[in-house]
């Protein structure tokens, strides 16, 4: 593959600390997604990304390389990584590189998450779930229509892969009523069983951030108050804790 086949990077962080947990790592985004999150904060990317600037992954690279000493690998985020052709030979490249990968997803494509698992091109995965296993409960927090099935297959390939995994719900209070959130911990708590996993990712519930959501709608939308969202994240872990506890 020629490097104008590779997916174009339309951001790129040199240092982080927050997107692999325990990890310092470098982060490049990867412009376009396939869902319209109403709370998403990355719509200039998703939506408009020839208005920001194109960076090789040559010379992402070598910002990469001159850190070496500092950085555990990459996290390839979004938008959307999945959607771009070209991913694995930019997972390959960053590979050869001598980085790991994490790398982050909206799960809407099991077989391209099943193949980059299999051909050992990522390292971590963390998965966005936006809503419990339910059609119209996910198009509600998604934007646009995506079958339940196809997000319950990404999770099946992540548990039974055994690759340190993690999944994420941004929890907006107008559109994810707390029970919707447990019922969604019930519906991994479930699958774990099903495909009888004992080590059961983590659910992190995020708050949600109104200061710039792709639907102005939102903007100014209260947030879950941080104690709130403090208890529903134990009573999410006592769920999935229960559910591992008893394989
Ligand atoms: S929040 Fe939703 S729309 Fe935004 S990048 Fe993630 S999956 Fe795509």
Redesign the pocket.
């Known amino acids: 593959m020629t490097t104008d086949q590779l997916p174009p990077i339309k951001g790129f962080l040199e240092t982080s600390l927050l997107d692999w947990p325990g990890h310092v790592c470098a982060v490049v985004f990867l412009p376009y997604?396939?869902?319209?999150?109403p709370?998403?904060?990355?719509?200039r990317?998703?939506l408009h990304p020839d208005t920001l600037e194109t960076l090789s992954l040559e010379s992402v690279l070598a910002r990469v390389a001159a850190r070496d000493e500092w950085i555990d690998g990459v996290c390839v985020?979004?938008?959307?990584p999945t959607i771009h052709r070209g991913l694995p030979a930019m997972l390959e490249a960053i590979h050869e590189a001598g980085l790991r990968v994490k790398l982050?997803t909206?799960g809407?494509q099991p077989e391209i998450l099943k193949h980059l698992i299999t051909k050992g091109l990522v390292d971590t995965v963390a998965m966005?779930v936006?809503a419990p296993l339910d059609d119209a409960l996910y198009e509600r927090c998604?934007?646009v229509y995506v079958p339940a099935s196809l997000i319950t297959s990404s999770i099946e390939v992540l548990l039974r892969s055994g690759i340190p995994a993690e999944f994420r719900c941004?929890a907006v209070p107008l559109l994810l009523k707390e029970g919707e959130i447990f019922r969604l911990a019930e519906d991994l708590r479930d699958l774990a069983l099903q495909c009888a996993v004992s080590n059961l990712p983590k659910l992190t519930i995020q708050n949600f951030n109104p200061a710039d959501p792709?639907d102005p709608a939102l903007k100014d939308a209260a947030p879950f108050d941080e104690k709130v969202l403090s208890g529903i994240q134990k009573d999410v872990d006592a769920i999935l804790d229960a559910g591992t506890g008893s394989i």
């Open positions: 997604c396939n869902l319209r999150c709370y998403c904060h990355n719509h990317l998703v985020t979004g938008g959307e982050d909206n809407t966005d936006k998604a934007g941004t792709m």
